[in-house]
């Protein structure tokens, strides 16, 4: 069981907006910046938001990054078919020295 | 552009050692951070540990007695060994670029390697 808790699923129809949250404590997401992943069957995970909110270049603006307090969430609109895959929130945990990945949420798109 | 390659043995016997190199082109191993994550099929990321250019490494504590990682700067290779292997260490193995204090996310990523423990 990760310490970082993401919903094991979410799902959405084409064209709407879907959150993804990433709950974790005051060690790691409290204190610690957050990147978010999109990780497509079969490829190996993609950087989509670093330092919370920021988006690496080539990245659409659909999606999107905060955080607030021990919480983080990915934010993505005008889904797309293509946004099918699996989700994963990252951050450093101050107490156990170590980089937690939460254990992954996949979209449906409907 | 900065690209990883993972290499190594595809299958490794259980109680043996998993070694698995990382290489680096576009860039060079010493400015920066490189990790190791492991994901075994189905299931999540899980982080391995990191080394950095002046050869200092972090370890997952929950693999910390297993785990060597090494970097060698004059072919731009980073290195991870686990011993005393299990079923459980099967996984596609990434390397990635990160994570430390101002870079504190994972980019770029190799294809990953899939590594089986099996007899």
């Given at each position: 069981?990760?310490v970082?808790?993401?919903?094991?699923s979410?799902?959405a129809?084409?064209?709407?907006?879907?959150?993804?949250?990433?709950?974790?404590?005051n060690s790691?997401?409290?204190?610690?910046?957050v990147?978010?992943?999109?990780q497509?069957?079969?490829t190996?995970?993609?950087?989509?938001?670093?330092d919370?909110?920021?988006?690496?270049?080539g990245?659409?603006?659909?999606?999107?990054?905060?955080r607030?307090?021990?919480?983080?969430?990915?934010?993505?609109?005008g889904?797309?078919?293509?946004?099918?895959?699996?989700?994963?929130?990252v951050?450093?945990?101050?107490t156990?020295?170590?980089?937690?990945?939460?254990g992954?949420?996949?979209?449906?798109?409907? | 552009?900065?690209?990883?390659?993972?290499?190594?043995?595809?299958?490794?016997?259980?109680?043996?050692?998993?070694?698995?190199?990382?290489?680096?082109?576009?860039d060079s191993?010493?400015?920066?951070?490189?990790?190791?994550i492991?994901?075994?099929?189905?299931?999540?990321?899980?982080w391995?540990?990191?080394?950095?250019?002046?050869?200092?490494?972090?370890?997952?504590?929950s693999?910390?007695s297993?785990?060597?990682?090494?970097?060698?700067?004059?072919?731009?290779?980073?290195?991870?060994?686990?011993?005393?292997?299990?079923?459980?260490?099967?996984a596609?193995?990434?390397?990635?670029?990160?994570?430390?204090?101002g870079?504190?996310?994972?980019d770029?990523?190799?294809?990953?390697?899939?590594?089986t423990?099996?007899?």
């Amino acid at each position: 069981q990760s310490v970082l808790t993401q919903p094991p699923s979410v799902s959405a129809a084409p064209g709407q907006k879907v959150t993804i949250s990433c709950s974790g404590s005051n060690s790691n997401i409290g204190k610690n910046l957050v990147s978010w992943y999109q990780q497509l069957p079969g490829t190996a995970p993609k950087l989509l938001i670093y330092d919370s909110n920021k988006r690496p270049s080539g990245i659409p603006d659909r999606f999107s990054g905060s955080r607030s307090g021990t919480s983080a969430t990915l934010g993505i609109t005008g889904l797309q078919t293509g946004d099918e895959a699996d989700y994963y929130c990252v951050s450093w945990d101050s107490t156990l020295i170590a980089v937690l990945f939460g254990g992954g949420t996949k979209l449906t798109v409907l | 552009q900065v690209q990883l390659q993972e290499s190594g043995p595809g299958l490794v016997k259980p109680s043996e050692t998993l070694s698995l190199t990382c290489t680096v082109s576009g860039d060079s191993l010493s400015n920066y951070c490189w990790s190791w994550i492991r994901q075994p099929a189905g299931k999540a990321l899980e982080w391995i540990g990191r080394i950095y250019v002046n050869k200092r490494t972090d370890y997952n504590p929950s693999l910390k007695s297993r785990v060597t990682m090494s970097a060698d700067t004059s072919k731009n290779q980073f290195s991870l060994k686990v011993n005393s292997v299990t079923a459980a260490d099967t996984a596609v193995y990434y390397c990635a670029r990160g994570f430390w204090s101002g870079y504190n996310w994972f980019d770029p990523w190799g294809q990953g390697t899939l590594v089986t423990v099996s007899s």
